[in-house]
């Protein structure tokens, strides 16, 4: 009888120190397909399934900016198989634009890498006569409150960035919240809504088929693959930046072994040459890090937006 317990026991234990990952992980993307985030998550994909050596499942949950999603991540258990494609939204605006959230991204989420810078571009529909972004305030002007704007969704990185421009400017446009970046672009091709500040992949793809009309970067410096197009900081707005990031994210109390492993897995995965690539066709720029320093940044970020939500008068509710 002994040995029959001791067996057992030691199947056990066996089964319970299996090595991490020894079952699917799932990446948890809080907005719908067609964004910046769902686009980290299914490029780097494959590469993390090799890593890992485990399928990689992607689950786009979206609502209330990026906050569904990640309080899903929030109440999983702390073992690395549940983890959140964060964004500058989910895991800093959000919190000086609510009052109320179900998660404080500083105490219930483990920072696990910083992976991308997401490269934004100023665009309009055809229909609006502006060639420039002066020519654009100009009209704005001469026609307050006839254009409207677009986001990802209430206190996303676009509404926030619009925001900061319109006080800048001194204009007026109607914003129109969207559930993610792909609805919000669709509206745009078709001319619902005037302009967007957004992400490079979501935009540029139609730039070049000639359905949308490119009148800025966001970046400080003009894009190396978009040489031509100005930036919004010299045309009339001098430090201007329009740019959001991505990381992963695990629950609360996330081991430090995992930690450590999820890091490098994740970073490997961007290191291959057609990882990448893409990442940079997408508008990406990837940064990687440490643990540590991804978490301190989250920090200095929420302190950054939650400055410019309250300058704006930016609330969600």
């Keep these: 009888m002994k040995s029959v317990l001791a067996i ?13 990952p020894s079952k699917p992980v799932r990446l948890i993307v809080p907005f719908p397909p067609g964004g910046a985030v769902d686009y980290y998550a299914r490029a780097v994909q494959t590469r993390l399934q090799e890593t890992l050596g485990q399928p990689i499942l992607i689950e786009n949950r979206s609502g209330a ?10 109440k999983a258990a702390p073992d690395g198989y549940t983890l959140l494609v964060g964004n500058i939204a989910s895991l800093a605006m959000n919190v000086g634009l609510y009052s109320k959230m179900t998660y404080d991204p500083r105490k219930d989420l483990t920072p696990i890498i910083r992976t991308v810078a997401v490269n934004y571009v100023m665009a309009v529909h055809p229909s609006v006569p502006a060639r420039s972004v002066k020519e654009l305030i100009d009209y704005a002007k001469a026609n307050p409150g006839k254009l409207s704007y677009g986001s990802a969704g209430s206190g996303s990185a676009p509404h926030l960035a619009t925001e900061l421009l319109k006080q800048r400017a001194g204009i007026d446009m109607l914003h129109v919240p969207f559930k993610g970046g792909g609805p919000m672009v669709a509206d745009l091709l078709g001319g619902q809504i005037h302009i967007v500040i957004a992400d490079q992949a979501n935009l540029m793809p139609h730039v070049k088929a000639g359905k949308l009309r490119a009148l800025a970067v966001g970046t400080l410096e003009r894009s190396a693959s978009y040489p031509d197009i100005p930036t919004i900081a010299e045309s009339g707005f001098p430090g201007f930046e329009a740019r959001a990031w991505q990381g992963i994210a695990g629950p609360a109390n996330l081991p430090a072994d995992i930690v450590t492993q999820l890091n490098a897995a994740f970073a490997k995965a961007m290191a291959f040459p057609e990882v990448h690539q893409r990442l940079l066709d997408g508008g990406l720029d990837p940064i990687t890090g440490t643990p540590e320093a991804f978490a301190a940044f989250i920090r200095s970020e929420i302190d950054k937006w939650s ?11």
């Design 8 to 20: 057992l026991l030691c199947v056990s234990l066996s089964a319970f120190a299996q090595p991490f």
């Design 65 to 74: 900016g990026g906050m569904v999603g990640a309080d899903l991540v929030v």
């Design 307 to 317: 400055r410019v939500a309250k300058d704006v008068g930016a609330r969600v509710d």
